[in-house]
Each structure stands twice: as structure tokens, then as C-alpha cells.
């Protein structure tokens, strides 16, 4: 089986309407990507229905990530194309084997993926800038030099470079907490002028396990889609500060974000890390939402992830 890593691609030409927020329309829903985004959102979520916890919980999502809209339109026309890091999908036709990949003999440079475990066989297409799986799409920027998002069923080990993060952190549950999160986060990149990317990333600083995935410590982030993007530091309930570049061991994931999703595919990390000893947990676990509310949650692309370090011979 052969093992396909790419370079992180070069810095694109951010087209100058990238970098401001869409113009607002009053008490207008989100329609999903492209679509915008205003601050009378409250209103929307007063007409959205509320009969029970599960409907309550889409909706908080769904608010959270309105914000993937505000890049896509006003950069579809210039986002330049991204390589692929996997084979396309005559490649991915042609391969039959579904047992876990060679493990990486050497540490990833930023933006590098391999393909470790799950389904070895399912491949995003790249067109555009724009990802595509299956009926999945995402079409909102990443952060400069980001990998490429991991198919749902797949498991890759891959290598985040430093990235400028706004920071929200909060001690609720991260389901109920996103909705206080959007708003401070929001109108910290609307009074920058920082365009929206993908993904939105949470990190659960208290989760151990699979068995103890239910966070009262986490941490929202909005992604700058450039590191030198504006200074860092407090912007009143926001923290502005570059996190470091990170090997992490992701579990692609489809359906409606939130921890009861995240179980199943954490679970299925620390198996692979059972059997693989030269690999260690070295972080915290965080999940990374690629898509607003236009799609339906069966199909909204996410990950599972935790960081990674390679273990040397004498220390297992």
C-alpha cells in the first residue's frame, strides 16, 4: 500500500473582500455557507422549535457555527485551489486493503497526513479550495498550512503548523457553552476585520478518557486564517494567542457535533493507541466542526482528535 504525504501548500493571495465581514441583513436566518450572519440572531433562535433537549442542543450548535458562513461566499470566486493529501479516487478505487497503514518512521512536517487506521480506503476530492466526501462538503477557508480534514471512518496521524487562535474558555457543559462562546468570539473577528475559517475547534481540558467524556472545562476557538493576522492578547472575555504546532492522532466523524458523538470515536483512538505502544496520548482531547447550519447534522463533517508523540524504544 503505498503511503501519499504532501508539503503544506503555499501562502494563497487573500482577496481584499475576504477580510471584512459580509454586509448585515436584518432578522434574516443563516442559510449555511455564504449566508450571513447578524446580531439578531436571538431572534431566530426564539422561532426555532424548542419540544425537546435533543431539538435545543441542534439549535445551540447550529448558532455556534453560523460563523463558518462569513468567509465562504465572499471567497469562492478567488480561494485558490489546495493539493489533496490523499489519493484521489481512482486511487482510492484501486486499493483494497483495509487493515491499519505504516506508521510514520519520522516526525510530520506541519500540513503532513498519514493514513494509520479505520478505512483505509475513503478519500476526499479537493476542488477549489473546497473538500468533498461522499455527500459532505466543506466549502469555508482553513487556516493557512492546515492538513486536510480527515474522512469520516478514517484515522489519520497529521501535523497542525502554529496558528493565531481566538480563545473563549468556559466551565459549562460544551454543548450549552457554545452559545455563550459564539458572541464574545464573534464580535471579536467583526471588530478585526478577520475573516471566518474552518474549523471551529474545541478543546475539552478535563476529559481523560472515552469513559469521562463529559467536560466542565473547555475552550472555543475561531481560527485566524493567517498567523500574523492583527496582535495578540485579551480582548475582554477573549484571549488572542498563537498555539503551537501539534501531531495529533484524528478520527473523522459525521453527524451532530457534541460529546455523545465524540465517545464512540475516542474510544476507537485508544484502542488504536493500545495497539500501537510506540505512540503516547500527549494533550488534551478536542473535536474540530467543519460546517454552519445549512446542512442537515447527518451530514455535518467533524473530527476527533487527540495529540500524539512518538515513544522511543527504551521507554516502552
Known amino acids: ?40 440572531m436571538p431572534s431566530i433562535r426564539r422561532a426555532r422549535p424548542v419540544e425537546s433537549p435533543v431539538m435545543h442542543t441542534q439549535s445551540i450548535a447550529a448558532l455556534v457555527l453560523a460563523a463558518l458562513a462569513l468567509g465562504a461566499a465572499a471567497c469562492s470566486s478567488s480561494r485558490p485551489a489546495r493539493q489533496a493529501s490523499l489519493a484521489s479516487s481512482a486511487d482510492a478505487a484501486a486499493s483494497t486493503d483495509t487493515s491499519a497503514g505504516p506508521l510514520p ?20 476530492t479537493e476542488r477549489d479550495g473546497e473538500f468533498f466526501v461522499g455527500p459532505l462538503s466543506i466549502d469555508t477557508p482553513l487556516p493557512e498550512g492546515y492538513p486536510d480534514p480527515t474522512p469520516p471512518g478514517a484515522m489519520d496521524i497529521k501535523t497542525y503548523p502554529a496558528v493565531r487562535r481566538a480563545e473563549f ?41 472515552a469513559d469521562s467524556a463529559k467536560s466542565r472545562d473547555w475552550t472555543m476557538s475561531f481560527l485566524y486564517r493567517y498567523q500574523d493576522q492583527g496582535p495578540t492578547g485579551e480582548d475582554g472575555a477573549v484571549v488572542v494567542r498563537d498555539a503551537p504546532p501539534v501531531t495529533v492522532l484524528a478520527m473523522g466523524v459525521k453527524g ?61
Open 169 to 209: 474558555r468556559g466551565t459549562s457543559t460544551p454543548e450549552s457553552g457554545m452559545d455563550r462562546a459564539f458572541w464574545p468570539l464573534f464580535n471579536h473577528i467583526k471588530s478585526r476585520d478577520i475573516a471566518m475559517t474552518s474549523p471551529v475547534e474545541m478543546d475539552y481540558n478535563d476529559v481523560q478518557d
Open 256 to 316: 451532530d457535533y457534541g460529546m455523545e458523538k465524540a465517545r464512540p470515536a475516542m474510544e476507537q483512538i485508544e484502542a488504536w493507541l493500545a495497539a500501537n505502544p510506540q505512540w503516547r496520548a500527549a494533550g488534551n482531547w478536542r473535536s474540530l466542526y467543519y460546517n454552519g447550519p445549512k446542512l442537515m447534522w447527518w451530514n455535518k463533517w467533524g473530527e476527533i482528535q487527540i495529540p500524539v508523540e512518538r515513544v522511543s524504544a527504551a521507554a516502552r
Open 105 to 124: 518512521a519520522q516526525p510530520l512536517a506541519p500540513g503532513q497526513i498519514v493514513r494509520v487506521g479505520g478505512d483505509m480506503n475513503t478519500r476526499i
Open 1 to 40: 500500500m503505498t503511503i501519499r504525504i504532501f508539503p503544506a501548500p503555499t501562502r494563497p493571495v487573500l482577496h481584499p473582500v475576504c477580510a471584512i465581514p459580509p454586509p448585515q441583513r436584518k432578522n434574516a436566518a443563516p442559510e449555511g455557507p455564504g449566508s450571513e450572519t447578524t446580531p439578531d
